[in-house]
């Protein structure tokens, strides 16, 4: 906290789209009157011997504040270097991503009453870069799984259960085939279990998560779903689709000293630099941050608005959303509704 009151937040704007939704947040929060100082920084990454590195500046900034909010980052495909976002969880040691996803009243969707909660590992699994060409046409690709990073997520799972008064933990996985590396994710989740008497532990195969996810999403709202990398990743954004798509959805990527909150959308190369993009993701993504700061007033002062403006109209909507509004009508939209 900074002697005039307000917080100092690390702002990485990001690639495509990123601008003009950090944008558009930079434009509310200014109206909200929100107590937030923004620190702008450029992570164009370096390539310093090979490794893909964060400038200093930004890792700097991210250090100091404790606290980032993050557009999407491009990940350029086979340029050689490390996509951006595995860098910046690696270097902070951000073991936890947390995406609620939650129906939006006045977007109808096939579904009501979404209202699902995943907490993905973030380190590892098939996300550990370990890939290797054996003999030409036969590669490996390595999926690792560790007990440390495993206990991290899961017993963050446990935390964060008993926190939103969802005391119910489901581990979901694949332990049937993969032995192994997703049996040792399990048998961690029943070994921290046993710190945690009040809240129940139950497990699931992906395969069957999917499909009973997909026909009554319902059931899945009193529990805190956990599971590794790769599936976390699917699963999220087969939620999004079940509210209206990846322009709603918020994350927090969480470790033990810094956080780092942002959509789960990417940079969305089709329609950047258009004015098209649906900035609610980050925003949400904003409410999480400004939540986990203790800021709760000024979260629910933000969400209401930008609910409401959703709920007005499709000429105050994105196109994802199959509305007619600009980012800038939106946005002036989501001011002319704070209260
Ligand atoms: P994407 O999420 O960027 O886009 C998928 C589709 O959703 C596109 O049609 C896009 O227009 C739409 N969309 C996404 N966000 C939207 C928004 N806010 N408003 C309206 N429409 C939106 O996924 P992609 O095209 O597979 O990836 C593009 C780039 O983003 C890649 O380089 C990828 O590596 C990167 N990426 C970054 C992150 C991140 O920074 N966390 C996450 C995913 C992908």
Known sequence: KNTNGTYTVTLIEGDGIGPEISQAVKDIYSAAKVPIEWEPVDVTPLLIDGKTTLPQPAVDSVNKNLVALKGPLATPVGKGHTSMNLTLRRTFNLFANVRPCKSIVGYDTPYENVDTVLIRENTEGEYSGIEHTIVPGVVQSIKLITKPASEKVIRYGFEYAKSIGKPHVLVVH????????????????????KEYPDVTLDFELLDNTSLKLTADPSEYKDVVMVMPNLYGDIMSDLSSGLIG???LTPSGNMGNKVSIFEAVHGSAPDIAGKGLANPTALLLSSCMMLRHMSLNADADKIEAAVLKTIASGPENRTGDLKGTASTSHFTEQVIANLE
Request: aromatic fraction near 4%; hydrophobic fraction near 50%; charged fraction near 20%.
């Open 174 to 193: 694949k332990a049937s085939i993969m032995k192994l590396s997703d049996g040792l994710f399990v048998s961690t989740a029943k070994e921290v279990a």
């Open 245 to 247: 798509g990846l322009g």
